[in-house]
């Protein structure tokens, strides 16, 4: 079946510094790929998105580059804010009406 | 921006008790979404909804559960008899849906407690 695996965490970084998060996915067929984020007590926010390979997503800095060959998505940035800290979840939709299957997530601590 | 829209954002109940959570959904949206969130745990799949009936739900969504989209703009979830693992944060989610897949909008979802 469908699936999204990343890496748990959780990450502590030092304000500025290089983020990655990695992101794997097993699908059927073309599926879209997607960064959702969940800051402290509030609900999902779609961060970045893309819909086919080769595709590069990117908002507030952050960037993804769906990779078909490696059936990857990963998240970076390349100078993280204390204001980052955050839930970061990759997700996948395999066609226009299906669910959105998201990985376990990987809690982001950026400290001063 | 259009947004998904929630009611109440948090709500407490006795284990047993029914509860009905309220979801707005954007205008022009065709399919409608429920996942769940236990504190700490991945956000997972309950159910979609399009065209008035349920296109696919997941083996969470038991006979204790029912959606429905009484009137033309609310997409409401009810628990008939909660349970305590039923505590989590519900979203409501839509999306318009034609031809290439589109973003699935998130609302802020409801934080339900079960004692």
């Known amino acids: 079946g469908n699936s999204v695996t990343q890496m748990e965490g959780p990450v502590t970084l030092s304000e500025e510094a290089f983020l990655t998060i990695n992101c794997t996915y097993t699908a059927t067929g073309y599926p879209s790929l997607f960064w959702y984020v969940q800051y402290p007590g509030e609900g999902l926010q779609l961060l970045l998105k893309a819909t086919k390979a080769d595709d590069k997503g990117s908002n507030k800095g952050f960037e993804a580059t769906y990779r078909k060959e490696t059936t990857s998505f990963h998240l970076e940035k390349g100078s993280v804010q204390v204001s980052d800290s955050a839930v970061y979840f990759c997700a996948l939709s395999t066609t226009s009406y299906d669910k959105v299957i998201f990985g376990p997530g990987t809690s982001l601590s950026v400290i001063p | 921006e259009p947004e998904v829209t929630q009611t109440p954002s948090h709500q407490v109940t006795q284990m047993g008790q029914e509860v009905i959570l309220r979801c707005v959904p954007i205008?022009?949206?065709?399919?409608f979404y429920w996942y769940r969130q236990i504190l700490g745990q991945k956000v997972e799949f309950l159910v979609s909804f399009y065209n008035n009936e349920i296109s696919e739900k997941s083996e969470i969504f038991d006979d204790q559960f029912s959606v429905e989209r009484p009137d033309g703009s609310n997409f409401t979830l009810k628990i008939r008899s909660t349970k305590l693992e039923d505590s989590a944060m519900y979203f409501c989610a839509s999306r318009v849906a034609q031809g290439v897949v589109e973003t699935q909008y998130f609302g802020p979802g409801t934080r339900l407690l079960v004692l």
């Open positions: 205008s022009n949206h065709l399919y």
